[in-house]
């Protein structure tokens, strides 16, 4: 299948319209755009980039699709070595994102033992975490 | 939109001591940068680097109504002032920290950050591009 077509021609249809980026959330629709047939996908596709989504029980399948992603692992981030390890094993860049500012809550969720494996962290700044992090895994994934 | 760049202690030494984890780029290097974005986002930053924690509280201060928002890398400051915490806390705009490597990943006592408890939220790991990323989340909170 020419996933790179298909996805080249949602860009198409997207700069003719004058819309910035479309995100699918539909599996069936994610599936045909990627070829990924797990059963948690979502897919940002932008101007220039196409992000893919999924949860940490997919990372090695999602390896092969990917160049990055944002991970994050909620409560896990304070006890999982098992998604840690998954990071640093799986050779693409991934950043941690919170929605809380975890140094400002619990002690314990002070500690992030996910963020160790990670390339860096945001964290505070509510849905816009992800924003700033897709800034700064866009530099990554170009450096 | 009127915002302050704070870098710490040791910051002036970019590009020159330990380049494996803070990077090849200059201070003015990361500087430029910073002021790149800034504008593209349309804030107007003030750039300042000090050795010394009295004078990042007292640049702190007088950000208080003249700055809607500040990014501040307190360098290793950050893992034992109380009182640039504090000051965080009463200057009343918002403060995110900064830091070029990943505070996370390295000795146990860097992951631990008293004035990331104060600060409105942490960008950590990504080099010059931490103040960039740390940029875009810093005009949502000022329009918020």
């Not at chain 1, 990372?59 to 640093?88: F, K």
């Amino acid at each position: 299948m020419n996933y790179e077509g298909r996805i080249t021609k949602v860009r198409g249809v997207l700069a003719d319209n004058g819309v910035d980026a479309l995100l699918v959330t539909n599996l069936t629709n994610a599936r045909y755009l990627t070829g990924f047939s797990g059963t948690n996908a979502q897919v940002l596709i932008t101007g220039d980039r196409a992000i893919f989504f999924s949860d940490p029980r997919y990372e090695a399948r999602a390896a092969a699709l990917v160049e990055g992603a944002l991970l994050n692992p909620a409560a896990y981030s304070h006890t999982s070595r098992a998604i840690a390890d998954a990071i640093r094993g799986i050779g693409y860049p991934v950043i941690e994102v919170h929605l809380s500012n975890i140094h400002a809550r619990d002690e314990w969720r002070r500690t992030s033992v996910t963020a160790e494996a990670a390339r860096g962290i945001v964290a505070g700044f509510g849905p816009h975490s992800y924003v700033a992090a897709l800034h700064a895994l866009r530099e990554l994934m170009e450096g | 939109v009127r915002a302050l760049v704070v870098h710490g202690p040791n910051l002036n030494l970019l590009g020159r001591r330990e380049l494996s984890v803070y990077g090849s780029a200059t201070l003015d290097e990361v500087n430029a940068l910073i002021g790149t974005t800034a504008r593209s986002l349309g804030i107007d930053v003030e750039i300042h680097q000090t050795q010394r924690e009295g004078e990042i509280i007292e640049l702190l201060h007088a950000g208080i109504d003249r700055v809607e928002g500040a990014l501040l890398n307190p360098a290793a400051y950050s893992h034992t002032s109380r009182a640039i915490a504090d000051a965080i806390r009463g200057i009343g705009y918002p403060v995110i920290e900064v830091h070029l490597s990943n505070i996370h990943a390295r000795d146990e006592w860097r992951r631990t950050s008293v004035t990331a408890e104060a600060a409105r939220g942490i960008v950590a790991g990504f080099g010059p591009h931490s103040y960039v990323a740390a940029l875009h989340a810093l005009r949502k909170l000022m329009e918020g």
